[in-house]
């Protein structure tokens, strides 16, 4: 029987390169030395099918495509240097929505001041967005650099995007959150100028990003109460049968750095930001609920092609 | 009457992301000053269904993505210094496959010196590998900066590929040149250093890049004796009912190097090439065929939308 790729899973598919190109940063972006500064960059491509809800609208998905590689170099403390655009659509695409998404991705870079410097255009059955950020910076931020007892934070709140997903609405914060998410890369430059100790973004679901950054002999324990989740979100969640605390934990699609700094940074710290719990030596990644029970966090998050879906 | 992408083409698109974003050079590659270097970066995308042959291999499919990008970074006369995959497979692949064309990636990384530093995977309804390609050159090689009687190189012979996707075949010289395609880095460097004043990669088409490199006030004139057409070429497009002069000026694929060099500069090459002809000031771009009569080359090679294909 031959084995898919839907079999094992996007995140092999991501070892197996890893394990046969040694110059993979595994992090979330390259860093490469040029001219002696650190060269940052980061590709992702969108696809119209998967990564964009029925109802966003065209210029909102070329603000996206910018938004999900920006994310990347804000992970990493990067300063924008530029961005390229490689676009495929299919030839019936009227010109007029085709102009909206690159309003939507021109928007974006003059949001974030990384100016779009290059592309290509191509014909595709659906909508296929790529793109790739470059970036600076003198000292990039890893994902697994912390130390024990360093404060875990996070720029802003979870959830909200995937609980918009699961709205069939509009207008209300949650569905903001899914159709406009915005990359935290002014945040990202803050908290490395601050001495953060480590940093990724959260796309896959925080539970996702804590997997990613944990390494042997660490682990973290989160405190559900100083994740701040609103009444309404856990209402709303109720209300559509949805488990509050799994959708915020384990679906993704935030866009906030979740990071690590140790006490005595904490102040350096110039912007908003919620600690949520410790790096613990527990080798595990745990959660102490609103009730005062302790549990392992499940690692799962959202996976193409895992499980033949 | 709604007006879609396929009724204005490829070109206009660009043009009107060009027309839009003041920061994009309109050259093979961006241009991006970085640390008092200048930052060579492109992006390309290839669509199985419309870039690879059918008979291609999932090896070779690897290989072409990073050609194609590599070939534009040769046409600035950059040197290699990264390459970011970004690669979605149908979830029914044989992981099997997906390990081919990583193999292609990671040999043709290898084969340029460009090392694979990052990338992405994702889910798609077709093979879909979008590149990034970043180079660094002190001084690099623009499509327009000839002069007056400068003199018309290639890199090598065009056309062959051309001829290849035609044929029902595997092993001749054309078939390997359309599906093992190969990038002229080191020869955009050394024609960089020996004074070349402007260079672009064949792909299109030799005719479609002429015009691609013409300004106001010049002109070009091939000369057909020079361009080297064998017989066997000639004989096997005929064979084909084929007009070997439209193939090899009209189809691309070649992905060897235009450049053009002053008289004084041409002795600096330390490459094989051939020189094809001169730049003029007849502002038209024009062949002197072998019977010595003098034709307009028409401007007209390969294209994505155009006409509603």
Redesign the interface.
């Given at each position: 029987m031959?084995?898919?790729?839907?079999?094992?899973g996007?995140k092999e598919?991501?070892k197996?390169?890893i394990s046969?190109?040694s110059?993979?940063?595994a992090d979330d972006?390259?860093i490469?030395s040029?001219?002696?500064?650190n060269?940052i960059?980061?590709?992702?491509?969108l696809?119209r099918?998967?990564h964009f809800p029925e109802n966003m609208s065209f210029f909102d998905m070329g603000f996206k495509a910018v938004t999900v590689n920006v994310s990347d170099l804000a992970a990493m403390g990067a300063e924008p240097?530029?961005f390229?655009?490689?676009i495929?659509?299919?030839?019936?695409?009227?010109?007029?929505d085709?102009?909206q998404i690159?309003s939507g991705v021109?928007s974006a870079?003059s949001f974030y001041s990384i100016?779009?410097?290059?592309?290509?255009?191509?014909?595709?059955?659906?909508i296929?967005i790529?793109g790739?950020a470059?970036g600076?910076t003198k000292k990039p931020l890893l994902k697994n650099t912390y130390e024990m007892d360093d404060l875990i934070c996070i720029t802003g709140d979870i959830g909200l995007a995937a609980l918009g997903f699961n709205l069939n609405a509009s207008d209300d914060i949650y569905t903001q959150r899914a159709l406009k998410p915005k990359a935290r890369i002014t945040e990202g430059i803050s908290i490395k100028n601050a001495g953060a100790s480590s940093a990724t973004d959260i796309t896959d679901g925080l539970a996702s990003e804590l997997y990613e950054m944990k390494k042997d002999g660490f682990g973290f324990m989160i405190h559900e109460e100083m994740l701040g989740i609103s009444d309404d979100y856990i209402h709303t969640a109720d209300k559509l049968n949805l488990n509050y605390l799994d959708l915020a934990l384990h679906t993704g699609e935030d866009f906030e750095l979740v990071f690590t700094i140790s006490k005595e940074n904490l102040k350096n710290l110039d912007i908003d930001c919620k600690v949520i719990g410790r790096v613990t030596d527990s080798d595990k990644v745990e959660i102490t609920l609103k009730n005062g029970s302790v549990r392992q966090i499940e690692n799962r998050g959202y996976e193409?092609?895992a499980g033949?879906q």
């Open positions: 031959t084995i898919k790729v839907s079999d094992i996007e598919l991501v197996y390169i046969r190109a110059d993979i940063t972006c390259a490469t040029f001219d002696g500064e060269l960059s980061t590709c992702d491509m696809i099918s998967r240097v530029g390229l655009l490689s495929a659509v299919p030839k019936d695409l009227p010109v007029d085709f102009k690159i021109l870079c100016p779009l410097i290059g592309g290509d255009t191509n014909e595709a059955s659906e296929i790529s790739t470059l600076s193409h092609y033949g």
